[in-house]
């Protein structure tokens, strides 16, 4: 269900239905404009370890944060049970009823037909035709969510896309989320096509910051004027 005409940082309150079943009343606080404080979240990795997510979800949810995007590994699996029991925990689906989210798709989760129907617009506006990765603007930040699912290397669809996609944004504030770290320590390390991007794209076109996830703990490294923040830890089993 796409909503238009809907004005900036504003509260609207909704019901879904389903045959004869209605839904509580639910609302959410749109984008805000240009110029406007903006508040928001990011975790990854809330796959596995159901009663840590809904634990962090729920401390998530109590800073009331006005949208959210995450770093993948979502849920275990692509399965249709692996969604409903491990991401639709009570808090997380809390907390999505009223913060819109995107996501930035993990290996786990992959791309297959849930995650397509759970976690991105299928008649591909805003950009990722179906493939996952995709832009847009919250206020004084551009974010731009990238698939390491598929070819993301030199002169791919989507490395092109993240060029031009941060040449041109005005933004004040330039944010990429990826589920693979361009730079991380311990765990799965670095990812070599994220750290040839944030080389040749992300510190050439002034990102601020790299969010992802993967390694199961937390890391901030800052490097070149960019932080790096690997935050792969809302339920997945921590790393040592």
Not at 32 to 38: C, D, L, Q, S, Y
Not at 45 to 51: G, I, L, V, Y
């Amino acid at each position: 269900v796409k909503l238009a005409g809907l004005a900036p940082n504003t509260v609207y309150h909704y019901r879904v239905s389903h045959g004869s079943s209605v839904s509580s009343d639910y609302s959410f606080r749109t984008a805000p404009a240009r110029g406007t404080p903006a508040h928001f979240g990011f975790a990854a990795d809330s796959r596995s370890q159901t009663s840590i997510h809904n634990a962090v979800a729920g401390n998530i949810a109590s800073h009331n944060p006005n949208m959210m995007f995450y770093g993948g590994d979502l849920c275990n699996s692509s399965s249709y049970s692996s969604w409903t029991n491990e991401w639709f925990v009570s808090n997380q689906v809390a907390l999505n009823a009223r913060s819109p989210f995107v996501n930035a798709i993990g290996n786990h989760e992959g791309t297959g037909t849930n995650t397509h129907a759970f976690t991105e617009s299928p008649s591909g506006t805003d950009g990722e035709n179906g493939n996952g990765y995709f832009s847009y603007d919250y206020g004084d930040v551009h974010i731009l969510v990238l698939n390491n699912q598929i070819s993301d290397g030199p002169g791919s669809a989507q490395w092109n896309f993240a060029a031009a996609d941060l040449a041109v944004s005005t933004a004040k504030h330039k944010i990429v989320a990826f589920h693979k770290p361009a730079i991380g320590y311990g765990g799965h390390g670095s990812n070599a096509d994220m750290a040839n991007m944030t080389t040749q794209v992300f510190e050439p076109n002034g990102v601020s910051f790299v969010m992802s996830g993967h390694s199961h703990y937390y890391q901030h490294n800052l490097k070149n004027g960019i932080h790096h923040m690997v935050v792969g830890s809302m339920g997945a089993p921590l790393y040592s």
